[in-house]
């Protein structure tokens, strides 16, 4: 399957941000990204935790609960439209006990 040539990717979202609540457990928010080929609540985010695909949103900028490792826990949160083009990640990292 190949992304539609032409169509721009999702803006990269903005404002990542973690606030950790329990032992292991935080919450994740951002802004959400604008296309020119789909609305804001057609756009898919994958959001990785250390690499590994954790969450799949679709037209939210919220999680309300993820679970990461002791340490230091690096966050990637990529937009992607209906067309199959997928914006550049944006990052950020939380520390949990």
């Known amino acids: 399957w190949q992304p539609l040539t032409g169509v721009a990717a999702a ?3 903005t404002g990542v941000a973690a606030f950790g609540y329990g032992d292991l457990e935080f ?3 951002w802004t959400q ?5 789909d609305r804001q609540e057609n756009i898919r985010y994958d959001v ?13 900028g919220f999680i309300s609960s993820i679970y990461g490792q002791p340490g230091e826990n690096t966050i990637e949160v990529i937009a992607s439209d209906t067309a199959g083009n997928a914006s550049a990640p944006a ?3 939380i520390f949990l006990p």
């Open 11 to 13: 803006v990269t979202p």
């Open 27 to 29: 919450q994740l928010w």
């Open 33 to 37: 990204s604008t296309d020119d080929f």
């Open 48 to 60: 990785y935790l250390n690499g590994v695909l954790e969450e799949v949103r679709f037209g939210s």
């Open 91 to 93: 990052t950020t990292t």
